[in-house]
């Protein structure tokens, strides 16, 4: 019996009897179903609450469900969307909202057309439940946090920053409770790793903003652009005098060398602006020993434009005169 089942199973494969036999069990089941959906049914179905326009001054406290039971009147083919994704709506707390001292409320009664316009019009809404959503909230702290660059860059042979990285922004504003903000005090960024750069670079990279599992936590940016700008660099020569401060006014001293060398390093754009008077070489008399007669020389002040000040001369030689 098996064997005769199978022969005739086999058969109509092979004659394409049961290719056609399935398209017409599948155009049936399509039928009935297009039938099901156009049918009219009353269903209540649990929406969870998306908040809107939550003022920044203050923070919902997640401390219950907030959910509204809604039954609907409508076809299947409406219903259908609410089974395949879960359903939302929106509860806006500038315009749907009335605030005590410590609570949001949104009721039935007062916001229930501005409830049904979030609904198509052939969707009936016939009933809501609870009649009232009530919403604790606390005060929100708002705080600038600065953007720490976490990075690894380094320069081909003869260059370097022509001026300090450039990060936008530079900072970003956070929200939230007081306990959770107050723990944060600087934004690192992703890892940012340049080699053997000669060339400008501008590149966007993501914050290691905080776990904020709860979204008690509000971030104005989640990234940041760098900025670098590189020149060639050489090595400038200048001889620059020597002050000598704090010196006893019943003391007159006599000092040698009176202009010192000094290297430098700066950018090929600014080499030719930089001149003797933009350095300040300073011996202080107070800093001497007993004994000691020898003053060392430091650099007081310096352009913008370079580093790596490096005075050639160890040290000043002096002599008191009577």
């Not at 003869?158 to 970003?172: A, M, R, T």
């Not at 590149?203 to 940016?221: A, R």
């Amino acid at each position: 019996m098996i064997r005769i089942i199978q022969t005739k199973l086999i058969s109509a494969i092979k004659s394409k009897r049961i290719n056609v036999f399935l398209l017409f069990v599948v155009l049936s089941f399509i039928t009935l179903l297009l039938l099901k959906l156009s049918n009219t049914y009353t269903k209540t179905i649990t929406f969870n609450i998306t908040k809107k326009e939550v003022p920044e001054a203050y923070v919902i406290v997640n401390d219950s469900s907030h959910a509204l039971e809604i039954t609907l009147k409508t076809n299947g083919f409406n219903l259908l969307q609410y089974y395949l994704s879960r359903p939302k709506v929106n509860v806006n707390f500038k315009n749907d909202i009335t605030q005590t001292d410590s609570l949001y409320i949104w009721s039935k009664s007062a916001f229930f057309s501005k409830l049904n316009q979030q609904f198509d019009k052939d969707i009936e809404l016939l009933n809501v439940t609870p009649d009232t959503l009530k919403f604790r909230f606390d005060k929100n702290e708002v705080k600038k946090i600065p953007i720490k660059l976490n990075s690894r860059i380094s320069f081909s042979p003869g260059y370097d920053l022509f001026k300090p990285i450039v990060l936008n922004p530079d900072s970003i504003k956070v929200i939230g409770p007081q306990v959770l903000v107050d723990k944060i005090h600087a934004i690192e960024t992703d890892s940012v790793t340049l080699l053997d750069v000669k060339n400008n670079q501008q590149k966007k990279v993501k914050l290691k903003l905080p776990n904020n599992s709860n979204d008690n936590l509000i971030f104005s940016n989640s990234s940041t652009s760098i900025n670098i700008e590189v020149d060639k660099f050489t090595e400038g020569h200048l001889k620059v005098p020597v002050s000598i401060i704090n010196v006893p006014e019943n003391i007159t001293l006599k000092y040698f060398p009176k202009k010192v060398n000094i290297s430098y390093y700066t950018s090929l754009t600014h080499f030719k602006e930089i001149k003797a008077k933009d350095f300040l070489v300073v011996c202080d008399y107070n800093q001497i020993n007993e004994n000691q007669t020898a003053l060392i020389p430091k650099v007081t002040r310096k352009p913008e434009q370079v580093r790596h000040v490096k005075v050639d001369q160890a040290q000043i030689d002096f002599i008191i005169v009577q």
